[in-house]
């Protein structure tokens, strides 16, 4: 079963929820999609590593066979090439490779080269495996990492799979939930975060996944974040409190339900009721 967790901002204690969860289960793998600033192994500490480069293809120009038409410019909807001076420019950072330039270029001088876009670490801390995503400063899109990083856990059916997403709801986030068998959104107690879950909210509905919210920082008084999830009769999976014990925990990258009986008792129930609704759905 795959368990994405994810938000509408960064801070709101999506890694917390995920890597927690992964470390009650009997046998996990903990997937870390938050290419652009993965964390989760800072709290696992992962041993065994190993290390495999990810790349993508970019454009190669032939400058000898460029007549300057300007054909491929005119294809690219991402600008990533640019004609000026009797030359063709590439700019490899916001390349898609769709390859479509090298089709329409009449003159073929357009063909295709490998460039690495970021790496994947893979390792074991007590019963989860990690796999950690790191894309490279400067890249445009971490897609192929995160598809790449999807791969590992398709063919882990024995396993419970939890995927830490991406901050936010844009096409990154899209490609992490897409085969996942339930979402759990986390949120904090605010104003701003409520914005933000109905963000996520929104996206989990348009790709029609079952989904539970988990309250984190809770205090007494008000909570603009539950008030949404009562007024959109959003099931709430668990309230995580305001806690300065949770907190220096987070804070030294101790997992919590390895350190602390009231956290495990917390999280083994979250894990149950998870479970559950995932398998009602």
Avoid at 224 to 241: A, H, N, Y
Wanted: with cysteine.
């Amino acid at each position: 079963m795959k368990i994405a967790v994810l938000s509408g901002k960064g801070g709101t204690g999506k890694t917390l929820v995920s890597v927690n969860l992964a470390a009650i289960a009997k046998q996990a793998m903990y997937i870390d999609c938050d290419v652009e600033e993965p964390n989760g192994h800072l709290f696992f500490k992962p041993t065994d590593l190993s290390e495999k480069a990810v790349t993508t293809n970019v454009p190669l120009v032939d400058s000898k066979l460029c007549d300057g038409c300007k054909k491929c410019v005119e294809f690219c909807k991402f600008n990533a090439l640019a004609y000026t001076a009797k030359n063709l420019i590439v700019f490899n950072e916001v390349c898609h490779f769709c390859g479509g330039c090298i089709i329409v270029c009449p003159q073929k001088a357009l063909t295709a080269k490998e460039r690495t876009i970021g790496k994947i670490q893979r390792g074991i801390s007590r019963n989860v495996a990690v796999h950690t995503g790191i894309m490279n400063t400067g890249e445009a899109s971490g897609i192929p990492i995160i598809e790449k990083l999807l791969t590992y856990g398709s063919s882990k059916q024995d396993k419970q799979i939890f995927i830490d997403c991406p901050p936010g709801s844009a096409c990154i986030v899209m490609e992490t939930i897409k085969d996942a068998d339930y979402c759990i959104l986390t949120a904090e107690p605010t104003i701003f975060g409520a914005h933000n879950l109905k963000m996520v909210y929104e996206l989990v509905k348009l790709f029609k996944k079952p989904f539970g919210v988990v309250l984190n920082k809770c205090l007494d008084g008000e909570n603009p974040s539950e008030d949404f999830c009562i007024e959109k009769d959003i099931k709430i999976l668990c309230r995580i409190p305001f806690d300065n014990e949770l907190g220096a925990l987070n804070s030294n990258a101790e997992i919590a339900v390895w350190k602390s009986k009231r956290y495990h008792d917390l999280f083994s129930h979250l894990y149950e009721v998870v479970l559950k609704e995932a398998k009602r759905a």
